[in-house]
C-alpha cells in the first residue's frame, strides 16, 4: 500500500512540474538582439549562445542576464525579465558597443612582467646615474633605491577607466658585474573594475599590455646605456 502511494507522490509530482514548465513555456517572450560588432561574443546567463546576435528567450516569471564581450570595447550587461509587474521585453533590441579607453591607451607588448636584461660598458656610478634619471622622467616617486646593491623600485602609478584600473612601476635589480648588467621589469597590473585602490593587491592581476606613456622606456635604456 506504501508502494502505491509513493508512485502516485512520484506521478503527482511529474504532472505538477510539467504543468508549471508548460506554463512558463506558454508565457516565454524572445528578444532578438544584436551588436554593433558582429564578433561580439553574446553571453546568457554564463553561456556563450552567439556572436553578434542571439535570440534571447525569457520564460514566464523569470529574468536572464546578457553579457556582450570583445576585445577592445567595453563589456555589455544587460537584463530582460518576464515578470509581472516588470517592463515587458522589447521583440529587438540592438546595443552599441564603445571602445575600451584602457585598451586604446596602451599598447600589447612581450615585455611587461619579465626581467629584461640590459648591458653595458659604462661605469657602475655612470650607469646607475644614467638609470635613475631615465626612470625618473617616467615615474615621479622613488619607493626604494639603493646603489650598492643595484636595486630601484618606483611607487606604484595608478590610472583609472570606465571598467579598469591600472596600476604600474618598474624594478630594477643588478644582474652581474662583469660585464655590468641590469635586470629591468616594468610590472603592469590591471584590476578590471574602475577606481580599484593601489593598495588592494589581491583585486590586481598581470597586464599583457602598457600604458602607451611607458611603452619607450626599454628602448631609451637600452640605447643610452650601450652608449
Excluded at 553578434?52 to 567595453?74: H, P, R
Amino acid at each position: 500500500m506504501k508502494r502505491n502511494y509513493s508512485l502516485l507522490s512520484l506521478v503527482l509530482v511529474f504532472i505538477i512540474s510539467t504543468i508549471f514548465s508548460i506554463d512558463a513555456f506558454a508565457g516565454k517572450k524572445k528578444v532578438q538582439l544584436s551588436a554593433s560588432e558582429n564578433d561580439a561574443e553574446i553571453y546568457i546567463d554564463g553561456k556563450l549562445m552567439g556572436k553578434g546576435q542571439a535570440d534571447v528567450l525569457i520564460l514566464s516569471n523569470s529574468c536572464v542576464t546578457v553579457k556582450i564581450e570583445k576585445v577592445g570595447f567595453l563589456d555589455e550587461t544587460i537584463s530582460f525579465c518576464n515578470k509581472k509587474g516588470s517592463a515587458t521585453p522589447p521583440k529587438t533590441y540592438y546595443v552599441e558597443m564603445t571602445r575600451d579607453d584602457a585598451y586604446d591607451a596602451s599598447i600589447q607588448t612581450d615585455i611587461a612582467n619579465i626581467d629584461i636584461e640590459l648591458k653595458t660598458t659604462n661605469s657602475e656610478e655612470d650607469a646607475w646615474k644614467l638609470i635613475s634619471m631615465i626612470i625618473t622622467s617616467y615615474f615621479d616617486v622613488i619607493e626604494v633605491t639603493d646603489r650598492e646593491t643595484g636595486y630601484l623600485r618606483t611607487s606604484w602609478v595608478i590610472q583609472t577607466f570606465k571598467q579598469n584600473t591600472i596600476r604600474t612601476r618598474i624594478i630594477v635589480k643588478l644582474g652581474d658585474t662583469d660585464p655590468l648588467t641590469y635586470k629591468v621589469k616594468l610590472v603592469s597590473e590591471e584590476s578590471r573594475n574602475p577606481g580599484t585602490s593601489v593598495k588592494s593587491d589581491e583585486l590586481y592581476r598581470e597586464w599583457d599590455r602598457v600604458l602607451r606613456k611607458y611603452g619607450n622606456i626599454f628602448d631609451e635604456l637600452q640605447s643610452r646605456l650601450s652608449k
